[in-house]
């Protein structure tokens, strides 16, 4: 899916100005991270993005059409071709992993297979081959209320994975979790949305997994782009003038210094030696 995301301001409730006149245009099948400071708008934009929130004014199109000028049926098609991985996942304490994984697709099934596969799960393979990739696959009968903040988190990244959406959007996917999973579950969103040839969308808090994954990095500040660019075009000062009022050291999720892929024959490397945490 390609979107479109001219001078859009979303005001929200008690009348904070959450984006204010984003411009975004995104390719099918480009991988964007969007990092920014706590309050920059990165949940308002990944939620107007998924259709959850609906601008106050400017232009959104997906695909090429104002979602919000669907009419309802096509509206709810549009959203089940459309994967949100929460921060918090919202599943229901005494669901099992299998169940969570498997309502990935009850948008896709409709009503009376939905409702089946909520007492005789419809695909306990594909919900295990999902989880699987999450290293949770020995999990898939247990309930959700046995696992930690970071398994929940990965069990929430399974089941868009298993939704096959056409628009993959992840609200910070990994900050529950240490830096190798967190690593590796950045990594499998890339894997299958390059794959699949979709459209990625990830806020993250951690600089250092934004650079090393994405083609595309985004920084978000006051509800706009700061700067768009790929990552060995973000240079440190950039950063530290993105993060100024939050911290003076760069978020990063490892121990490394921030690396960035090397540069391609068009891309320059410019800026200050890298930061440590
Ligand atoms: N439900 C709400 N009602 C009113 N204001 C809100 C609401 N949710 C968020 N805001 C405000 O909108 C702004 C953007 O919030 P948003 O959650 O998009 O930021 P964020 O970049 O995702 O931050 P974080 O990194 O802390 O998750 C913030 O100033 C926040 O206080
Ligand atoms: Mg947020």
Not at 128 to 137: F, I, M, S
Not at 186 to 200: D, F, M, S, Y
Request: hydrophobic share 45%.
């Amino acid at each position: 899916m390609n979107l479109t995301l001219e001078a859009l301001h979303l005001v929200l409730p008690g009348g904070h100005r959450a984006l204010a006149g984003m411009l975004l245009d995104v390719s099918r099948g480009e991988r964007i991270a969007v990092i920014g400071p706590s309050g920059a708008g990165k949940t308002s934009l990944l939620r107007v993005l998924g259709t959850a929130l609906r601008p106050s004014s400017g232009k959104l199109a997906i695909s090429g059409v104002d979602p919000w000028s669907l009419p309802a049926g096509a509206l709810r098609h549009l959203r089940s071709r459309i994967g949100l991985i929460h921060q918090a996942p919202p599943l229901p304490p005494r669901q099992r992993l299998v169940t969570a994984v498997l309502a990935g697709r009850l948008g896709a099934w409709g009503f009376v297979k939905g409702l089946a596969s909520l007492a005789y799960p419809a695909d306990i393979d594909g919900a295990r081959a999902a989880l699987a990739r999450l290293d949770l696959a020995d999990r898939l009968f247990d309930r959700c209320d046995r696992l930690s903040g970071g398994q929940l988190q990965r069990v929430g990244v399974a089941r868009v994975l298993y939704q096959k959406p056409d628009l993959l959007l992840a609200d910070e996917p990994v900050s529950s979790l240490d830096p190798q999973l967190a690593d590796q579950t950045v990594g499998e969103l890339h894997r299958e949305a390059r794959a699949r040839g979709v459209t990625l969308v990830a806020s993250l808090h951690a600089v250092d997994l934004a650079l090393k994954w994405f083609p595309r990095v985004v920084g978000l500040r006051d509800g706009a782009v700061a700067f768009d660019r790929p990552p060995v075009r973000v240079t440190d000062a950039m950063l530290r003038d993105l993060y100024a009022t939050e911290t003076p050291v760069i978020p990063v999720q490892g121990v490394e210094p921030l690396q960035r892929p090397e540069p391609g024959p068009r891309a320059t490397r410019r800026g200050a030696p890298p930061l440590c945490r």
